[in-house]
């Protein structure tokens, strides 16, 4: 296949992979070319590193899952301080996860989410009585994993809008942990 077409081909399936998540999520996602980066956030270089591709497509599922996991959040809790944290950590996922998206896009990676659900489907099984302990402990691992590749990006990236985005995502999701652990 020509490589026009083929970056053609990628662009297509990536924008579309865009517009499924963000349908998902609940969120209208404007078109690649009016989008706008979180402020405080430079472009990223059209002239990408390896590094910064596997970070967005290792930390995609993150922070997808823990979106799924805060989703469950208001139908099992009746702790108030849970329930606020979880809100804004669901909240806050969307719009990494659509970030990290435009990047991908913008690159002309291809890309398409993992859909394992298998750790809601396993905090679905718990008991009430449990379930915000069981919450808060797959959200810190998760967050956790979220923490480990967004530092392999710091100490390796060479892009400096992804490396901005991979410490905010260390500090945030260190924050979220500790609140989490005061919730014990």
Request: hydrophobic letters at 40%; glycine letters at 4%; aromatic letters at 4%.
């Amino acid at each position: 296949m020509p490589d026009i077409m083929r970056k053609s081909l990628v662009t297509a399936t990536t924008a579309l992979v865009v517009a499924v998540l963000s349908t998902a999520c609940g969120s209208d996602v404007p078109s690649p070319e009016t989008q706008r980066l979180p402020s405080g956030t430079a472009a990223p270089q059209a002239d990408h590193d390896e590094q910064a591709v596997a970070f967005a497509r290792q930390l995609i599922p993150h922070l997808g899952e823990v979106r799924d996991l805060a989703k469950l959040v208001p139908s099992r809790s009746t702790n108030a301080a849970v329930l606020d944290l979880a809100a804004r950590i669901g909240r806050s996922q969307t719009p990494d996860i659509q970030q990290l998206m435009r990047w991908l896009l913008m690159w002309g990676v291809e890309y398409v989410p993992d859909t394992n659900k298998e750790a809601v489907r396993q905090l679905q099984q718990v008991d009430d009585a449990q379930f915000d302990r069981v919450w808060t402990q797959m959200t810190i691992e998760r967050h956790e994993r979220a923490i480990a590749v967004a530092k392999t990006q710091l100490e390796n990236g060479g892009n400096p809008a992804v490396r901005q985005f991979a410490q905010k995502i260390v500090d945030t999701r260190q924050a979220e942990i500790d609140e989490m652990r005061n919730l014990a």
